[in-house]
């Protein structure tokens, strides 16, 4: 079967450094994405990965090696406002996304 | 530009009754979703739609129909609601664009309960 596989809660510190691991297996591969879900709202779109390598956006990037199913999300000089959840998605050949539970990240002051 | 639209934001239900959730977006999109997200697991597809007059089934249909009369609007429809559809739904919208990134948009969510 298809499975996406992220910590479920990591706590970091504020202005430090935290990566967000995710690892899966899916029927094909269409690209993976990150999604950013702050408590009671929608997840918004942070980053797509389809090659392999490190894609920067900002404070935020995203690392993708397809040949292991493994992908980061790394956040940077992390503020109060990055406490959020995290959420790691896949598209598999019939361009559906497969969602993996989310990574709750708790940012302490 | 609203983007992706839900109503009702809040919804309580008793056992056996019906509802609709009515989904808009004003972006042009060609691909509709219903998910659900409940706690400690990952968006679950309900039903999703590729165009105007199209549907089809996702991970989690039962329960659950859907209808896509026009491009703009996708209805998630619960005929006789259960428990154990207490859940947030969420209704997302993407480009046909298969070259795109493939970025869902998202709609705020509806919050239903069912007793």
């Known amino acids: 079967g298809q499975n996406i596989d992220q910590p479920t809660e990591m706590t970091a510190t504020e202005g430090a450094i935290v990566q967000i691991n995710c690892t899966y297996q899916?029927?094909?591969?269409?690209?993976l994405f990150w999604y950013q879900q702050h408590a009671g709202e929608a997840p918004t779109f942070l980053s797509y990965?389809?090659l392999d390598g490190l894609e920067e956006k900002g404070r935020f990037s995203s690392f993708l090696s397809r040949s292991k199913g493994y992908s980061y999300l790394l956040l940077k000089e992390l503020q109060m406002k990055d406490s959020a959840s995290y959420l790691c998605?896949?598209?598999?050949?019939?361009?559906?996304?497969?969602w993996g539970a989310g990574t709750k990240l708790i940012i302490k002051p | 530009n609203a983007g992706v639209t839900q109503t009702p934001k809040f919804r309580v239900l008793k056992t056996g009754q019906s509802m609709t959730l009515l989904c808009a977006q004003d972006?042009?999109?060609?691909?509709m979703y219903w998910y659900r997200q409940d706690p400690g697991m990952g968006l679950r597809l309900i039903h999703y739609?590729?165009?105007?007059?199209?549907?089809a089934k996702g991970e989690v249909p039962d329960g659950y129909n859907v209808s896509r009369l026009k491009k703009q609007n996708f209805l998630l429809g619960l005929e006789s609601a259960a428990p154990s559809q207490t859940s947030v739904y969420f209704c997302?919208?993407?480009?046909?664009?298969?070259?795109?990134?493939?970025?869902?948009?998202f709609g705020e969510g509806s919050r239903l309960t069912v007793l």
């Open positions: 997302a919208s993407r480009s046909e664009d298969r070259g795109h990134t493939g970025e869902l948009f």
């Open positions: 899916t029927s094909g591969f269409n690209g």
């Open positions: 998605a896949v598209m598999d050949s019939n361009y559906q996304l497969i």
């Open positions: 739609s590729v165009g105007e007059g199209t549907t």
């Open positions: 972006m042009n999109h060609e691909y």
């Open positions: 990965n389809v």
